[in-house]
């Protein structure tokens, strides 16, 4: 699937592409887009916790997610040779 994906995404000729999802499949795709010279970027966020108790002793937590950039991809560089 991530081929036939990455053929298709590099028929459009796009700047960068936003990858991001299941972690295999991303792997693939990313790897994939990159040997085709494809910028690729993930979006990156903050998240914001907020807990609390209620007035009866419960434990309640918020989660904020605030988009903060993007990061681009990039080839892991051989560290062991």
Known sequence: MAREQAGYIASLHPAAVLCQGESCYTYALVDRLLNQGI???????????????????????????????????????????
């Open 39 to 81: 910028k690729v970027l993930a979006a990156c966020s903050r998240r914001r916790v907020r807990e609390y108790r209620t007035a009866d002793g419960q434990l309640h937590r918020d989660s904020v997610f605030e988009f903060v950039g993007f990061r681009e991809y990039s080839r892991a560089i051989n560290m062991a040779g």
